[in-house]
């Protein structure tokens, strides 16, 4: 089915066609037309699945028309977790509206806020928001809702994951009763339904389940290493396999810069990017990243979902993190536009816990693979399929794993 019998006019679908789009995902084909007919929606789909555009195009439809937004007023707001996502979001935006006459802007802490709040006098369309700067604006009365048509929470169950669901709670109470409200969620966890109970009534639910034609093709393997080898690992296959690219995940500020410091010693250029560097910083590295002009960067989990590359070429956990979920949403910022991703995860033997939520999360075990020079001294067991977290999810379960000899 094209985008054109979705119910979306041709200006939309000609900005879609420019960015090599030709025939809708199965979340887009499902949440399009709800969103266009009013409903209030929840939606589950993996990264990597379209969900952006599933929100975005129906929104500026429905917006078309709208008489233009008076001052201080927006017409339709997203709240991201991350000020990486909320670029990213507000980027689509003005890819998929080049050829409409509305306005959209991205807001965020960590930044100055007077450029925010002098744009705002003249009143956006659509604002891609974080929870935090979003209420400071709020309270400094440099935004007002009472014109607000729709309210979307992008990546809802990150954003619970980070502490913001009093925030949600405060500017939900804030914006009007009448409006259309859309949720969308990698999982639907318990708190995420919960959130949802309080946010959204009378909602529609749908959940796209991962199959062989819509998931990214990603490559995994996890190769065993003591925690002491691991920067010599990775210099090792940087080195040895010519890589082109990769985006290597590591879980502190601290261990970034230390890793980013090791590399170079080696000869090999890169780049740390964590909530410790400046705004500005991080955008050019980002944008850098995406260019091609940085091969490898090195980032703690706030990239996680703030990096959207069609042609990235692989991903390393350098380490596993400790969230099986975020296991899924680092990897999937590979194997994009139908290309072949590459996932490979360095396991000590401090890691076995969460390697065995991992492949009970994804309901497979990942492929082990052994580097000649850099066999552990203390071997990782074989993956105990009866692990389980201790908050295990009541919804999405896979089912048991299968014994491996």
Not at 286 to 308: N, P, Q
Request: aromatic residues 6%.
């Amino acid at each position: 089915m094209p985008f054109s019998k979705l119910g979306l006019s041709d200006p939309i679908v000609q900005a879609v066609t420019e960015q090599g789009y030709e025939t809708p995902t199965p979340i887009q084909e499902k949440a399009i037309p709800l969103i266009l007919a009013g409903k209030n929606l929840i939606a589950a789909a993996q990264t990597g699945t379209g969900k952006t555009a599933s929100f975005v195009l129906p929104i500026l439809q429905n917006l078309i028309d709208a008489p233009p937004v008076r001052a201080k007023r927006i017409r339709a707001l997203i709240l991201t977790p991350t000020r990486e996502l909320a670029i990213q979001v507000d980027a689509n935006i003005a890819l998929y509206s080049k050829h409409l006459n509305l306005t959209s802007m991205a807001m965020f802490g960590g930044v100055d806020s007077e450029p925010q709040k002098e744009r705002l006098i003249e009143g956006v369309d659509i604002l891609v928001a974080t929870p935090g700067r979003l209420l400071d604006m709020y309270t400094r009365r440099a935004i007002h809702f009472d014109e607000l048509e729709i309210l979307v929470l992008d990546e809802a169950d990150r954003m619970l994951d980070m502490g913001f669901i009093a925030d949600i709670n405060k500017i939900v109470e804030r914006l009007p009763e009448k409006r259309q409200n859309l949720l969308f969620s990698a999982t639907l966890s318990q708190q995420v339904r919960f959130l949802a109970k309080t946010a959204i009534e009378n909602a529609v639910e749908i959940a796209i389940k991962p199959d062989s034609g819509t998931m990214p093709k990603i490559e995994q393997c996890l190769i065993p290493v003591d925690k002491d080898c691991k920067s010599a690992l990775l210099s090792f296959l940087i080195s040895e396999n010519n890589w082109d690219q990769a985006l290597i995940f590591i879980e502190t500020k601290r261990g970034a810069a230390k890793l980013v410091s090791q590399l170079e010693k080696r000869g090999i250029k890169a780049e740390a990017l964590h909530s410790g560097r400046s705004q500005a910083v991080r955008a050019q590295l980002l944008e850098d990243f995406k260019s091609g002009s940085l091969k490898f960067m090195v980032a703690t989990g706030i990239a996680a979902r703030g990096i959207d590359i069609d042609s990235l070429s692989r991903v390393v956990n350098y380490d596993l993190p400790d969230e099986a979920d975020d296991y899924v949403h680092r990897i999937g910022r590979t194997g994009r536009a139908g290309a072949i991703g590459e996932a490979i995860s360095f396991v000590s033997r401090d890691d076995f816990r969460n390697l065995c939520a991992i492949e009970n999360r994804l309901g497979e075990f990942i492929t082990r693979k052994e580097i000649p020079g850099f066999t552990p001294r203390l071997a990782i067991p074989n993956s105990d399929v009866s692990y389980a977290p201790k908050k295990a999810p009541k919804s999405g379960r896979r089912k048991p794993l299968k014994s491996r000899n």
